[in-house]
């Protein structure tokens, strides 16, 4: 069965700091899905990635895709407030289901 | 319609009743997901349908779980005999993508999810 593993699962970080946040799934697939999710919100659709090494940036935030090594890295350039959010990865396996991560909570201090 | 619809958006009842909760997919999308969340939680998969049919129920996690679709739009959720541990958000996500023959992205669309909670 797919498993899809996020760390960490909570971050708190002082604003102007950089981070990664780490998504490793268990099988082969070449399609993943970072979403964010606001508190009492439901999940927005932030970045695809569709292939080997593919990179995708969006102001602060930068998402990768390595499917050799099953790991993708969204990485969070000097955060500010506005990041605070839960981050979910997703993958997309050959049945069409779509899997998720169990979500990182970032929260940023002033 | 413009997005993906649920319904109620809150639902309180007793443990032991039944309860269905609704999703409207948006117009045309062939893909409808129904994920649970629980406070603080990841999204946990519960079922898939591809049209009308659910090539994927692993998701489920007990017989008193059931999930329909008819018309290849609107599904239902139906929880019978509610316990405590039932008591989540279920988030339902649609999406244009086929069956058949898989490649490009498949973006899912979320609806604001039925939260529910069983006393």
Known sequence: ELKVEQNPLFLSMQEGKNYTIYCNYSTTSDRLYWYRQ????SLESLFVLLSNGAVKQEGRLMASLDTKARLSTLHITAAVHDLSATYFCAVDTVNNDMR???GTRLTVKP | GAGVSQSPSNKVTEKGKDVELRCDPISGHTALYWYRQSLGQGLEFLI????????DKSGLPSDRFSAERTGGSVSTLTIQRTQQEDSAAYLCASSPRTSGKVSGANVLTFGAGSRLTVL
């Open chain 1, 38 to 41: 606001d508190p009492g919100k």
């Open chain 1, 100 to 102: 998720f991560g169990a």
């Open chain 2, 48 to 55: 898939y349908f591809q049209g009308n049919s659910a090539p």
